[in-house]
């Protein structure tokens, strides 16, 4: 988003600024509905195989985090490619070391994003919990609001662009 303003382009920094907000309220969303299930933990080294136990938070933070990625023809891979093309494409001195750095600084979200998925839902059990359950549809409701809009949203936007 700010890599987009720096560039000049307000239209697609406002674009980004509504992509990145839904996928990352999906996130947090996501991240609370993990912490309250395992009963306030929030030490990512205590938790493992919770893909079997909360398959709908692990939807929902895998979903989150391929868009946060950028996966192609989900919404931020449009504004990410937006914002990567138009650095790519200036004409100065800087615009291809801008576009690199670009492409790092996306290439480190995707190995962040990849590692927390992997030490939540797929890594070793580690902790102490008896008990986890998903979460009741009222605390997972606003989840499927902005799963709705990481796909659709991109279709709102079409009209100014």
Do not use: W
Request: net charge negative.
């Amino acid at each position: 988003m700010f890599f987009s303003l720096g560039l000049s382009k307000y239209d697609l920094s406002i674009f980004h600024l509504f992509n990145h907000a839904f996928f990352k309220a999906l996130l947090f969303l996501s991240a609370g509905s993990l912490i309250h299930s395992l009963y306030d933990e929030q030490d990512i080294r205590k938790m493992g195989s919770l893909v079997n136990f909360l398959p709908f938070t692990f939807f929902c933070f895998f979903l989150g985090s391929l868009v946060l990625m950028g996966f192609p023809f989900l919404t931020a891979f449009y504004s990410k490619d937006l914002i990567l093309e138009f650095a790519y494409s200036c004409y100065v001195l800087d615009g291809d070391f801008i576009y690199f750095l670009g492409i790092v600084s996306a290439l480190f979200t995707c190995f962040y994003s990849l590692r927390l998925l992997f030490f939540v839902f797929f890594n070793d059990y580690n902790g102490f919990f008896i008990y986890i359950k998903e979460n009741d549809f009222f605390f997972l409701y606003p989840c499927l609001f902005f799963l709705f809009f990481l796909f659709f949203q991109v279709f709102f936007f079409l009209i100014s662009f």
